[in-house]
């Protein structure tokens, strides 16, 4: 048998295995779930930011001050915010790419789980006999887990274009599509999915554990953007005051994956999108490689 039929008998069989759990319709119904409430979500907040700056001050100061009466410095933020939402391309890209906020995550648990279930379920010494190349059996799950993250962007995609599309065009301001910003946008999200996907085989292989391993990416998602902005902003502010600093907080995955879609400054010191998907290939690559190398030198029981 050569490797390619090897390595697609891998494949079938992963398939295979997630096609027999619950696994499958959990994550779809997740996907397609959040994906529904987060386009709704963005067009409520699109709205907002695509009002007039008078009314945008009305309503983010919820009526209590007038445009002249507004506190200078809180006025000049309001004006900052107003101006990077406003515009339609920026609007468009948010709502056209609704999915990646929850969608990323989803991904690299999928990858996680198509890893550490093996271990879970204890089929992992099976599973190493039949295919003695441990390597093969790896490289089979990344493109399986890559597989289902084109599925999913597509999909997803598809409802957060639906609905962005409906609501630019019902608000008088195009589909923006055909322009580049914005398709790029939303082909870099698909660059995304499929780099948070090998992310989480390479997080599942390198902490095997299932639990461990999928509260700790849920954490360093969720948080860790966070985290990061705090820290940086602190570092600004009290010890290194440049603008640099702030831009340093791209080193966060979930941050990276925004700057790298995001056709415009994401925030003060924002780095160029090239830097944000140059983080994800090496936090991708990173673990691959970790987490083939404990495979290939820990014993499997």
Same mark, same amino acid.
């Given at each position: 048998?050569?490797?390619?039929?090897?390595l697609?008998r @891998? %494949?079938?069989?992963?398939l295979?295995?997630?096609?027999?759990?619950?696994?499958?319709?959990?994550?779809?119904?997740?996907?397609?779930l959040?994906t529904?409430?987060?386009?709704?979500?963005?067009?409520?907040?699109?709205?907002?930011?695509?009002?007039?700056?008078?009314?945008?001050?009305?309503?983010?100061?919820?009526?209590?001050?007038?445009?002249?009466?507004?506190?200078?410095?809180?006025?000049?933020?309001l004006r900052g915010?107003?101006?990077?939402?406003?515009?339609? &391309?920026?609007?468009?890209?948010?709502?056209?790419?609704?999915?990646?906020?929850?969608g990323?995550?989803? @991904?690299?648990?999928?990858?996680?789980?198509?890893v550490?279930?093996?271990?879970?379920?204890r089929?992992?010494?099976?599973?190493?006999?039949? =295919?003695p190349?441990?390597?093969t059996?790896?490289?089979?799950?990344?493109?399986?887990?890559?597989?289902?993250a084109?599925?999913?962007?597509?999909?997803?995609?598809?409802?957060?274009?639906?609905?962005? &599309?409906?609501?630019?065009?019902?608000?008088?301001?195009?589909t923006?599509?055909g322009y580049?910003?914005?398709?790029?946008? &939303?082909?870099?999200?698909? %660059?995304?999915?499929i780099?948070?996907?090998i992310?989480?085989?390479?997080?599942?292989a390198?902490?095997?554990?299932?639990?461990v391993?999928?509260?700790?990416?849920t954490?360093?998602?969720?948080?860790?953007?966070?985290?990061?902005?705090a820290l940086?902003?602190?570092?600004?502010?009290? &010890?290194?005051?440049a603008?640099?600093v702030?831009?340093l907080?791209?080193?966060a995955?979930?941050?990276?994956?925004?700057?790298?879609i995001s056709? =415009?400054?994401l925030?003060?010191g924002?780095?160029?999108?090239?830097?944000?998907?140059?983080?994800?290939i090496a936090?991708s690559?990173?673990?691959?490689g970790?987490?083939?190398?404990?495979?290939?030198r820990?014993d499997i029981?």
């Amino acid at each position: 048998m050569t490797p390619s039929d090897r390595l697609r008998r @891998v %494949v079938r069989s992963e398939l295979f295995k997630l096609r027999t759990t619950s696994a499958w319709w959990q994550f779809s119904g997740a996907m397609v779930l959040t994906t529904l409430v987060l386009a709704i979500v963005g067009g409520v907040n699109a709205r907002t930011a695509l009002k007039p700056f008078a009314e945008y001050v009305q309503i983010r100061t919820h009526g209590r001050f007038h445009g002249a009466t507004v506190p200078p410095e809180f006025l000049s933020r309001l004006r900052g915010d107003w101006v990077s939402g406003h515009s339609a &391309v920026t609007q468009a890209v948010t709502l056209y790419s609704a999915n990646q906020l929850i969608g990323l995550l989803l @991904v690299c648990l999928l990858g996680i789980v198509l890893v550490t279930t093996e271990f879970a379920q204890r089929t992992a010494t099976s599973t190493f006999l039949i =295919t003695p190349r441990r390597g093969t059996v790896v490289a089979g799950k990344l493109i399986t887990a890559v597989m289902l993250a084109v599925v999913a962007w597509f999909v997803t995609t598809l409802i957060s274009l639906t609905s962005g &599309v409906l609501f630019l065009h019902g608000a008088g301001h195009g589909t923006q599509l055909g322009y580049w910003g914005v398709d790029r946008s &939303v082909l870099l999200n698909l %660059v995304a999915y499929i780099l948070w996907a090998i992310f989480g085989i390479g997080f599942g292989a390198l902490i095997r554990n299932q639990l461990v391993a999928t509260v700790s990416a849920t954490i360093l998602y969720l948080v860790g953007a966070g985290a990061a902005g705090a820290l940086f902003d602190l570092l600004n502010s009290y &010890v290194l005051s440049a603008t640099w600093v702030l831009g340093l907080q791209v080193i966060a995955p979930a941050v990276a994956s925004q700057v790298m879609i995001s056709p =415009t400054s994401l925030f003060t010191g924002s780095p160029p999108q090239w830097v944000g998907a140059a983080v994800l290939i090496a936090y991708s690559a990173l673990f691959i490689g970790l987490g083939l190398r404990r495979l290939r030198r820990s014993d499997i029981g």
